[in-house]
């Protein structure tokens, strides 16, 4: 079992964790995973790591409530315990002195940019930040991220907070107001809608993008490619090969259909844990 130490709602329906797994604190590295199962009846679900703390031997998750298992989650309290915590999973991102990088974060994928922000900044770049929320309730890391940042930008769709519209537009209005190349690689971690417009955009300025995807997973061994995506027309397993892929060589139709195959059963799933929870 490992304890939870700390948990907060920074945002609407976001919630923080900061978990007990020294051995996980030790060898994460920005970009990786854990997969957790709450107890022994549970689905077991991805979670990126946002933050570690290696003296005190804990890790910080971001787990947004969308359905069943995150919504239990959510129900948890400082104190309790979560049944298994696997990991450091995945490949770490690619991180070295690029020069510019331009890191663009939308919803709970900001939490997941934070680390890989953080030791792009450790390496000297100049980093240019975009991050979009649905509204101002849903922003989350804004300072953390701002203090990593040569340049900072922040929207939400209704407005209600910095700039009115989409990452996809600030996007748009610095490669059209640049003179220069934007930035020498573009990384790009949110909703799977917004990942394909970004990667659409920065492939037209032939600026080189990754992305960070996770699709469905179950064991995040490789051995049971439910997390199967198609890259270039190869596939590969999210888990083992990524979560990070060239955005332009994402099979963005292919991604987002796999993600849709399991809607009607979870929402089911959710209905049903709320009505036993509600009785």
């Not at 304890?3 to 923080?16: C, D, F, R, S």
């Not at 797994?21 to 709450?38: D, M, N, T």
């Not at 701002?146 to 209704?158: A, M, P, V």
């Not at 490619?225 to 892929?245: E, H, L, M, Q």
Request: hydrophobic share 40%.
């Amino acid at each position: 079992m490992f304890k939870i130490l700390g948990k907060t709602e920074p945002a609407t329906n976001i919630n923080k964790f900061i978990i007990e797994v020294p051995e996980i604190a030790k060898k994460v590295l920005p970009g990786q995973f854990v997969i957790l199962r709450l107890h022994e009846k549970g689905e077991r679900i991805p979670i990126t790591i946002a933050d570690k703390d290696k003296e005190k031997g804990t890790i910080t998750l971001f787990v947004q409530e969308v359905g069943k298992t995150t919504t239990e989650m959510g129900r948890l309290k400082t104190g309790d315990a979560i049944l298994d915590v696997v990991g450091p999973l995945g490949v770490p991102s690619h991180i070295e002195n690029f020069g510019t990088v331009l890191c663009v974060a939308g919803g709970v994928g900001v939490a997941v940019m934070y680390p890989i922000a953080k030791a792009l900044k450790e390496k000297n770049n100049k980093v240019i930040s975009v991050l979009g929320a649905r509204s101002k309730s849903f922003v989350i890391l804004e300072n953390e991220i701002k203090n990593i940042s040569d340049e900072f930008y922040l929207t939400t769709d209704d407005g209600s907070y910095g700039q009115k519209g989409f990452v996809s537009d600030v996007l748009k209005n610095l490669l059209a107001t640049c003179h220069s190349p934007l930035a020498n690689i573009v990384f790009a971690i949110g909703p799977v809608p917004m990942m394909k417009v970004v990667s659409e955009i920065t492939k037209q300025h032939n600026l080189k993008t990754i992305v960070s995807l996770n699709p469905v997973m179950v064991d995040g061994t490789g051995m049971c490619g439910a997390c199967r995506v198609s890259i270039g027309g190869v596939t590969k397993f999210a888990c083992v090969d990524g979560p990070d892929f060239d955005g332009h060589l994402v099979n963005w139709n292919e991604l987002t259909c796999r993600l849709s195959l399991f809607k009607q059963k979870e929402k089911e799933s959710l209905d049903y844990y709320c009505k036993l929870k509600s009785a």
